[in-house]
């Protein structure tokens, strides 16, 4: 076979997992190729908030409140809900600490986002306060050079700042308040936070290396000789090349968000649409499965997913664009299902996605999907909705508008009487600060994260000003798919008779989450991928 490019090792995908890999490879001597499929680097973790949980991190441990090994253990374990592999989950936390600090040894630049509070903080077992997140220092775009525009920012989280910034700010539901000037500035500069910054570090690291890259190049096949991967085959500018890798074939494209089919399949909803780019498309399970990869998967019902809306007209990538609603954890507003009734905390998402996913075996159907928010005139006298601030109208195509709740929701196509009797009810109590139904405002994440801070209960504030609005929520992905490719302890992809492929790899959200099991933790999905990249680096150039 003749071969158009020759290197160790292909990275099939440019965020933390195909990056970080690339980095390792660099390092240990070795050549290293990125192929992305899209027009730009950075992959989801450019769009993601930049977070990566890590229990016993460097920094944490260095600080005046250390974290405890066995508190760390125990919460993880909590999240997993028994559906974690022991052995994975045991060597992801391991390593989890000594890859970030690795990184940062190569010039990635961390920062603790402080007093940002564990998912589960202080309900579930070895939760902290504080300490376990890191986030990426500012990066300045231009330190990309000729990679400066062909690396992704991210239309989903505000840009510019960090998360200490926009706690300081009040969080997302002061939004109307927040340092526009000095956002602005950064803006002109290109200055990133968030995900875009922590993927222009690693990228930064990564060229320094000598690492090269190809984008609008979409892997399409896996080259496969005498039962080993020895390259890859893949599409550029109308022609098929082929490239040979010595040493390894890492798949960390990601999962099947814009793959509806898979999606339906795998994530057990009717429905589905995604926040991430419009390039993943399941071609992990392609490539794998085109050589006998095996799958395997988790419960998918409390993952890390949202629930969202489209604005009209809006777009990312050529592709109409979903929005994440964080909207019914401010004041002023609840879901409701399509019998008007409340059925979960909506200022936290642990609490209410699964309970999305609840199937009725009677009535063979899920008695709360779709889930409706409903916000009054106090919401939007007071917050932005998505983009549109206070005083400035919404769309009627996505925000409908009426004068009663009963006519809210017959536009809306849910129960009258049973939206009616829920506001009425939740009005009794939201003028305080208990929510005897759901527990709202419990959660310290959800007080910081949505929150209103002039309030005794910061998540809670009744329905009592009309006009009434009310939007239909579509579950949203983010990326983090139930079902991936199976890997072992040296992030080497299964074959499906239970002995690793030779030379194949996988990481991030193309492979199983056998490391986490089936509860979520944001900042689990970057670092997973940061650790396996590693991983399947050292194993591939035999470090």
Known sequence: MSWDHEVDFVSIGSGLGGVTAAIHVAELGGSALILEKAPKLGGVCAYSGGEVFVCMNHLMQDSDAPDNESDARAYLDFLAGGYADKAMAGKLFELGPYVAKWVADRGVKWRIISDFPDYHY???????????????????????????????????????????????????????????????????????????????????????????????????????????????????????????????????????????????????????????????????????????????????YNLGMFFGYQVPGEKADGKPMWRASWEGGYPHAIWVNKEGKRF????????????????DGEAQEHPNYPPYLILDQNYRDKYAFCSFMPGVEAPEALLKKADTPAELAEKLGIDPEGLTATIERFNEFAHGDVDPDFGRGRYPWAACMVGDRSRANQNLGPLDKPPYYGVKLTAV???????????????????????????????????????????????????????????????????
């Open 344 to 359: 979960a905390d909506e200022s936290f998402y642990r609490n209410y996605l699964p309970r999305c996913h609840d199937w």
């Open 477 to 543: 992905g983010v990326g983090v798919n139930a079902v991936g490719l199976k890997t072992n302890l040296d992030a080497q992809v299964m074959h499906v008779r239970g002995r690793p492929i030779d030379g194949l790899y996988a990481a991030g959200n193309s492979a199983a989450l056998l490391d986490i099991g089936a509860g979520y933790q944001s900042g689990l999905s970057n670092l997973r991928g940061m650790v396996w990249g590693w991983v399947a680096a050292k194993h591939a150039m035999g470090g």
């Open 122 to 300: 202080p309900h579930a077992p070895g939760t902290v306060a504080k300490g376990r997140y890191l986030e990426p220092e500012l990066f300045e775009g231009a330190q990309l050079g000729e990679w400066q525009k062909k690396s992704y920012t991210t239309p989903h989280m505000p840009p510019g700042i960090t998360h200490d910034e926009l706690f300081a700010w009040g969080g997302l539901a002061a939004m109307p308040r927040w340092d526009f000037a000095t956002m602005g500035g950064r803006i002109a500069k290109d200055i990133r936070g968030m995900g875009p910054a922590m993927m222009g570090w690693f990228l930064k690291a990564a060229f320094d290396r000598g690492v090269q890259a190809m984008v609008s190049t979409p892997a399409t096949k896996l080259i496969h000789e005498d039962g080993k991967v020895v390259g890859v085959e893949a599409e550029r500018e109308g022609q098929t090349i082929r490239i040979r890798a010595r040493k390894g074939v890492l798949v960390a494209c990601g999962g099947y968000d814009w793959n509806e089919e898979m999606a339906r399949h795998f994530e057990g909803l009717p429905e589905w649409g995604s926040m991430t780019q419009p390039y993943l498309e399941g071609d992990n399970l392609v490539l794998g499965g085109e050589i006998g990869a095996a799958l395997a998967g988790v419960p998918s």
